[in-house]
């Protein structure tokens, strides 16, 4: 998975928005205003960095030579993910929604329900 598929794969989930913060050499990707990844576009491998339950991190991270922790984020909840032979292009969707559900579950329940995903995250 290149950077544009990745990104086209995020923005088509339900109410993602993208940004760009001030120095413009990081793609945000938001739920209702809510981070769940961000890809940086000044680093020359293609990754990803994603939100990640504390548990699912750490294994990940056992697992996986490409994933370790976000350089700039909370260590415990989010995951760098470096595109890799290792990391499937099915893997790495499971990681981005993991990530799009820990947002959305966390959004009150009238954001949940304007995006209509209320029932699959309770």
């Known amino acids: 998975m290149n950077l544009e598929e990745l990104r086209e ?11 760009f913060p001030f120095d413009d050499v990081s793609l945000v990707l938001k739920v209702q205003g809510k981070m769940f990844a961000l890809i940086p576009l000044d680093n020359p ?3 990803i960095a994603l939100k990640c339950d504390p548990e699912k991190a750490i294994a990940l991270r056992e697992q996986f030579d490409c994933i370790t922790p ?3 984020f909370n260590k415990k909840h989010w995951n760098s993910v470096r595109i890799d032979p290792a990391i499937s292009t099915e893997m790495l969707r499971e990681l981005i929604l993991h990530s799009y559900d820990l947002v959305v579950a966390g959004l009150p329940k009238k954001l949940r329900n304007e995006l209509g995903v209320e029932e699959t995250c309770e």
């Open 45 to 47: 491998e293609t990754q």
């Open 70 to 72: 976000a350089y700039h």
């Open 9 to 19: 794969y995020c923005i088509s989930l339900k109410g993602v928005t993208e940004h």
